[in-house]
């Protein structure tokens, strides 16, 4: 039997996913263009594989203890792997549009059935540790791969989906022979259980029953946070190929370069607020930055001031993320209703940002920045009614009392 549990091969097979899935992203502004396609597909292809992603991921999460994540996981690898081959291989918006639902659909289960493995699989001691491991992995591979992909594409666009197609299905082979999962699992599916529990809008039906003015107005800075953030990353990608004529190697390069920073931030910027800070004050001024980079991004016309201002506005966006998902343990209230909640509005915040981003990109190129930039500055606003609420009504808070 080779197949074993093991977090450290689960840890390979996340770096082998995480490198094959980012080939194409590289090469998706120049496939829409060569297509002849309106613009508005780069937002409305990476809404449609968020939309599946949101609708999904709570029945991939309930049939795990059924299946198991190992089985889950080598089939969700396998399809994703089809669905980007659909991808490549499509030419007109309609074809597009289904192979990133389906898309969407599998990677719902890689993401979800890769914490289930780990939380398993860890004991209590390391649980947290091997957690960030995956989310460190990820960020730092997915870059390389982001890079990888963009050379493959000045070489052909075809190709490079061929060959992700190709990794991503030997990254399920490799799941399913050398993963293993843990006995625990239930004996029987019970499907009225599993369709009741995989309503992806279950988490806003929880929530009914514990939102308070402070839960909902956390929840307002994580939508429009989220909103601002996949409204300015989506139109980045297609406005330096539409406007500047970066080849796919180029977008791949300041992809892996942003993915350094990004790391580099997280390690320094980030850990000392976390540490040293009270972050629901220190959040305030990260999106002021935030905010006050996507006027100059707005305002810029110079092709190397744009593109420095963008590498040190991607730090900031990396830093505030872990801010605000920090600023959940000062929400009172039932911890899994409210997260189960934060994630959902992220999704929805994803979905929105990413579909209008290319809708008003037609009627200028930049409106998608200035999108994001009023959303920022209206998160800005909340997290500042965030803090009074927190601080004039310190019932409403969880922890130790509010400087």
Known sequence: MIAKRSVTRLFISCAMYSLAANFAHPVTPTFIQELGLNDYMFGVAFAAMSLTNFLFSPFWGKIAHYLGPTKIMGVCYMGYGLAQLMFGFAKTEIMIVIARLIGGLFIGGIAVEQIVY???????????????????????????????????????????????????????????????????????????????????????????????????????????????????????????KDQYGFAPSYNGLIKALVGVISLIANMTICNYLLKKTDIKKTIIPVLMICFALMDMIVLLEDVVSFMIVNIIFFAFNAVYQPLLQAEITYVKGDDGAVVGAYNSMRSLGNVGGSLIAGLIYGYGAKLSFVLSAISFLIAIAISFLFYRRLKDHPSKYKGAEIN
């Open 118 to 240: 780990i939380m398993d699989n860890s004991d209590d001691l390391h649980l947290s540790q091997n957690l960030a491991i995956n989310v460190t992995i990820t960020a730092v591979v997915s870059a390389f791969g982001y890079m990888i992909g963009g050379f493959l594409g000045d070489r052909s666009i075809l190709m490079t989906f061929i060959i992700q197609a190709i990794g991503l299905s030997l990254v399920g082979v490799y799941c399913l022979i050398f993963i293993a999962d843990n006995d625990q699992k239930e004996a029987k599916a019970d499907i009225v259980d599993i369709i009741k529990n995989s309503n992806p809008f279950k988490a806003f039906i929880d929530l009914r029953k514990v939102v308070t003015i402070t839960v909902a107005l956390y929840l307002a800075i994580s939508i429009f946070t989220a909103f601002a953030s996949t409204a300015y990353e989506q139109c980045f990608n297609y406005f330096i």
